[in-house]
């Protein structure tokens, strides 16, 4: 993966937390709500049992990280790649979900006049962009053919749905955080349980997160991330219509449009459930990423690039443009701070990336 293409990827996905965000009408909290009680934990064991659940729906998204907002990529290229990550994490956007159990998964965002879909059907991937008329494909190993990928074929991995969005934020879930029940809600017409996660972790930027999930089906609703000192939600995601009656079997069925840019990737394996081999590096060759810490203070640190890969970036002047524009210059390298992410870009190539300040990435730096 390039080096712009894996910074893009620690921006949108460090695992221990959350980056990306939405803003859905006003959830509903009233008498009429009223629902059998459940403990916290039995409001997580629900939601944790909704993976095989069929639905579909309208998801609306926006974020507050503090960036700027970017317009959608219509370039290729690397440079379009980074871009096309990164303003999934900024301004306003309605997705259209799809879903039919664990391996069948469609998602389709609307732009204007354009529209971005990932398409799983089974073992087989596809993303295509309208824009730009390029689609990539991967066929999942048989390791992975059961869940869902971490990373999609574009080489990100943007949560895009509510499901995607309260399996990072379940992740995080360790002793050092409080699970507390909130009042019962209505979110697209339907009766809701909401729970709300707080890290007992000072190193973390995230305030809370608030998970909202079905009566009925517990398939998560709405999921709202807080950073600290922000009012408005940095993060969220949330459905404004429902449906869960089973899609078309066509609805997941992808064939790339005439005149369509094809590329076919290669998803790392998982050896041992682990993503890496035994000679510590992933699938494709790539060394594999470094887990420093744990729960909500996480940080993910990535390998200095190859010369080749440092090569291929420095050529590309959007890309470091881009860098540029959002980044600042910091002693051995250079820092992109959000509200709820910080990630560093040492001059050597690594990246290290986490919902924490940026003097603790600054310190794993020193201490790799």
């Known amino acids: 993966m390039k080096k712009s293409a894996r910074w ?6 460090p695992a221990a937390v959350v980056a990306a965000g939405v803003v859905v009408p006003a959830v509903s909290a009233t008498a009429d709500v009223d629902l059998p009680d459940k403990t916290p934990q ?57 879903a039919d159990g664990a391996s069948r998964q469609r998602v389709q965002v609307v732009d204007d006049l354009a529209e971005r879909n990932v398409i799983r059907d089974g073992a087989s991937v596809w993303t295509y962009d309208s824009t730009t008329k390029e689609a990539t494909h991967a066929t999942l190993p048989d390791a992975q053919a059961s ?11 943007v949560p895009r749905t509510p499901a995607e969005l309260a399996a990072l934020v379940l992740s995080s879930i360790d002793p050092s955080t409080t699970v507390t029940a909130d009042s019962d809600v209505e979110v697209a017409g339907r009766g ?7 890290p007992r972790d000072d190193t973390t930027l995230v305030s ?15 999921v709202v991330v807080d950073a600290k000192g922000q009012s408005d939600p940095a993060l969220s995601a949330g459905f404004t219509s ?41 699938g494709s060759g790539h060394p594999a990423p470094t887990v420093i810490g744990e729960g909500w203070g996480t940080i993910v640190a990535t390998a200095a690039a190859s010369g080749a890969e440092k090569s291929t ?17 910091v002693d051995g390298g250079r820092l992109l701070q959000t509200s709820l992410v910080s990630v560093l ?14 003097e603790t990435l600054q310190a794993a730096v020193a201490g790799d």
């Open 8 to 13: 893009a990827a620690a921006l949108a996905v």
């Open 42 to 98: 039995q409001v997580l064991e629900l939601a944790a049992s909704s993976t095989g659940a069929a639905y579909s729906g309208t998801v609306e998204q926006t974020s507050d990280l503090g960036l700027p907002d970017l317009p959608t990529s219509t370039s290729g290229g690397s440079s379009g790649d980074t871009a096309s990550a990164l303003e999934l994490l900024t301004g306003d956007h309605t997705a259209k979900v799809f």
């Open 147 to 157: 869940d869902r990928p971490s990373t999609l074929p574009d080489g990100t991995a």
């Open 192 to 198: 809701a349980y909401q729970v709300v996660l707080t």
């Open 208 to 222: 809370r997160a608030v998970l909202t999930v079905d009566a009925e089906t517990g398939v998560p609703l709405k």
């Open 242 to 282: 429902v449906d869960f009656a089973a899609p078309d079997a066509s609805v997941f069925a992808f064939t790339p449009p005439a005149g369509a840019t094809v590329t076919d990737v290669t998803v790392p394996t998982r050896a041992s459930g682990s993503g890496h081999d035994g000679a510590g590096h992933d």
């Open 313 to 329: 970036a420095a050529a590309d002047p959007e890309t470091q443009a881009l860098l540029d524009q959002l980044t600042t210059k």
């Open 345 to 358: 870009l040492t001059d050597d190539g690594r990246v290290f990336a986490g919902a924490v300040a940026p």
